[in-house]
């Protein structure tokens, strides 16, 4: 396991009409491997190279409220 910075952007739309919610969302990262690195050779590494990026949408479903049934 790595560690290192990372940044998550995500946006949130909910249709007036269905069940199901929409996010779509952006992020980078990179790692502490990475980071050492670029510090060490920066004449051959671009800074671009080292970042990880990564967009989607997830979709999921709102939450139903069911009536209570005896």
Do not use: C, W
Request: proline fraction near 4%.
């Amino acid at each position: 396991m790595r560690y290192g910075p990372f940044v998550h952007s995500e946006l949130k739309y909910i249709p007036d009409k269905g069940n199901l919610n929409y996010k779509f969302f952006f992020q980078t990262s990179t790692n502490d491997l990475y980071i050492a690195s670029y510090g060490f050779n920066r004449s051959s590494i671009y800074l671009h190279e080292i970042f990880v990026f990564g967009f989607g949408i997830k979709v999921e479903r709102q939450d139903i409220k069911r009536p209570f049934i005896e």
